[in-house]
């Protein structure tokens, strides 16, 4: 158990939809990153929050969104969806601000089916 | 940004042999190199890292190699066990900031 907490772990949805995945990091970790992992594309960096602040973003879609509350949890909002957007959604959380200073912690994932 | 190459996509090997799989990156900058083990319906975990500053790492089974002026960096697996099968993932960051670059993943398939 690595102590990050993804919910729902599965979701179904119909194309135009709109859903939001919830994650909990590590009690202490104050960074928090979502990748997106479909088959052909491996771990693709969405975006980074920090303290409640957006710190990086990666190949975030506008359709989606996502922001770190005060008590640091983190929700990721997919809107308009699309059959592409089916995928595997990790957050990861981490103590430091940087990816680069140590480990990556990761939830278990939402798995987001688009019918 | 940067650019990270991984290589084979898969990977099968017999119990008992070694791995090796390979990564390139493309920024000089980047002095971070984690790799992550997800079996298969699973979370990606770290399983070693590996800094700029050294050119090797060993951790039991496991060992990482680079090399800075290549640009490469690969993942070696000695006795390969069964429990080994996963997608291995390479990934490279650069100093100063915050992201993470994966690799597209090699699957390694163990047979007994």
């Known amino acids: 158990d690595s102590g990050v907490t993804q919910t729902p772990k599965h979701l179904i949805t119909a194309t135009g939809q709109r859903v939001t995945l919830r994650c909990s990091p590590r009690?202490?970790?104050?960074?928090v990153y979502w990748y997106q992992q479909s088959l052909d594309q491996g771990l693709q960096f969405l975006i980074q929050?920090?303290?409640?602040?957006?710190?990086a973003k990666g190949n975030i879609l506008e359709r989606f969104s996502a922001q770190q509350f005060p008590d640091l949890h983190s929700e990721l909002n997919l809107s308009s969806l699309e059959l592409g957007d089916s995928a595997l959604y990790f957050c990861?959380?981490?103590?430091?601000?940087?990816?680069?200073?140590?480990?990556?912690?990761f939830g278990e994932g939402s798995r987001l089916t688009v019918l | 940004g940067e650019n990270v190459e991984q290589h084979p996509s898969t990977l099968s090997v017999q119990e008992g042999d070694s791995a090796v799989i390979k990564c390139t990156y493309s920024d000089s900058a980047s002095n971070y190199f984690p790799w992550y083990k997800q079996e298969l319906g699973k979370r990606p975990q770290l399983i070693i890292d590996?800094?700029?500053?050294?050119g090797e790492k060993k951790d039991q089974r496991i060992a990482v190699t680079l090399n800075k002026t290549a640009k490469h960096f690969s993942l070696h697996i000695t006795e390969t066990q069964p429990e080994d099968s996963a997608v291995y993932f390479c990934?490279?960051?650069?100093?100063?900031?915050?992201?993470?670059?994966f690799g597209k993943g090699t699957m390694l398939l163990v047979s007994p």
């Open positions: 990861a959380s981490s103590v430091e601000i940087r990816a680069g200073t140590g480990e990556l912690f």
């Open positions: 990934a490279a960051s650069k100093q100063g900031y915050s992201t993470l670059t």
């Open positions: 009690s202490g970790d104050l960074s």
């Open positions: 929050y920090y303290n409640g602040e957006e710190r």
């Open positions: 590996i800094r700029s500053n050294v």
